[in-house]
C-alpha cells in the first residue's frame, strides 16, 4: 500500500527566503506525481504534474523535481511572498492497484510573514 | 463553466438524514473522482468514475455511501442515514483521462456538517 509523508508538517518564513517542501513515498512504481496548493476553506489547484519519465518541472517560481528510485519529490519555491501562505499537498499516481487513484500526502503548511 | 463545479458549498443536516452532494466536471474530461477530507486528515480516495462506470469503489466507507454519473458528465455522491463521522469537506475532481495519464482539477468542495 502506497504511503506518501510530507515534511515538515507547517513551516513558517519571512517573505524573500527560497524554501522547500518534500515529499517521499514508500512504492516507487508511480506513474507521476503531482503537486497541489489549498487553501483555507477551498479546493485544490494544481501547481505541476511530473510523470515518471521525468526528473523535474517548473513553473514561475516554482519547481518540483522527482527521484523515482528514492521515493521523493522536493517542492522549490523562490523569493517566497505572503500570497504564498497556503497548504502544499504531494500526490502520488500508481502504476497497480492503485493506478486509478492518487494517494495524497496530508501536507505541509506554509506561512510566509511580511 | 471552466473549472469544476461542486453543490451545496455547504450542508447542516440532522443525524440520520440522506444528503445528496452534486459535482458537475470540466466539460469533456472522462475521470471523475470524489475524495473526502476531514478535519486535519489528508484527502480519502472514495471513487473513480470513468465515464459512467466506476472501476474503482474501494474507498467508499459503508454501503451507506453510493454514488452515481450520468452522461459521462454531472455525479451524484449520496450519503444515507448519516451520522457524525461523516462531517468533512467532499471534494470532487476531474481529468481529461484516467490518473494514469493526466492532471486532477479540483471543485472548492462540498462542507457537510452532521449535527
Known amino acids: 500500500k502506497q504511503e506518501v509523508t510530507q515534511i515538515p508538517a507547517a513551516l513558517s518564513v519571512p517573505e524573500g527566503e527560497n524554501l522547500v517542501l518534500n515529499c517521499s513515498f514508500t512504492?516507487?512504481?508511480?506513474?507521476?506525481l503531482q503537486w497541489f496548493r489549498q487553501d483555507p476553506g477551498k479546493g485544490l489547484t494544481s501547481l505541476l504534474l511530473?510523470?515518471?519519465?521525468?526528473r523535474e518541472q517548473t513553473s514561475g517560481r516554482l519547481n518540483a523535481s522527482l527521484d523515482k528510485s528514492s521515493g521523493r519529490s522536493t517542492l522549490y519555491i523562490a523569493a517566497s511572498q505572503p500570497g504564498d501562505s497556503a497548504t502544499y499537498l504531494c500526490?502520488?499516481?500508481?502504476?497497480?492497484?492503485?493506478?486509478?487513484?492518487?494517494?495524497f500526502g496530508t501536507g505541509t503548511r506554509l506561512q510566509v510573514t511580511l | 463553466g471552466a473549472g469544476v463545479s461542486q453543490s451545496p458549498s455547504n450542508k447542516v443536516t440532522e443525524k440520520g438524514k440522506d444528503v445528496e452532494l452534486r459535482c458537475d466536471p470540466i466539460?469533456?474530461?472522462?475521470?471523475l473522482y470524489w475524495y473526502r477530507q476531514s478535519l486535519g486528515q489528508g484527502l480519502e480516495f472514495l471513487i473513480y468514475?470513468?465515464?459512467?462506470?466506476?472501476?474503482?469503489k474501494s474507498g467508499l466507507p459503508s454501503d451507506r455511501f453510493s454514488a452515481e454519473r450520468t452522461g459521462g458528465s454531472v455525479s451524484t455522491l449520496t450519503i444515507q442515514r448519516t451520522q457524525q463521522e461523516d462531517s468533512a469537506v467532499y471534494l470532487c475532481?476531474?481529468?481529461?483521462?484516467?490518473?494514469?495519464?493526466?492532471?486532477?482539477?479540483f471543485g472548492e468542495g462540498s462542507r457537510l456538517t452532521v449535527l
Open positions: 512504492d516507487s512504481a508511480i506513474y507521476n
Open positions: 468514475f470513468q465515464g459512467n462506470s466506476a472501476p474503482d
Open positions: 500526490a502520488v499516481g500508481g502504476l497497480t492497484g492503485t493506478a486509478s487513484k492518487l494517494t
Open positions: 466539460s469533456g474530461h472522462t475521470a
Open positions: 475532481a476531474s481529468s481529461p483521462q484516467g490518473a494514469l495519464a493526466g492532471e486532477l482539477f
Open positions: 511530473i510523470q515518471s519519465s521525468q
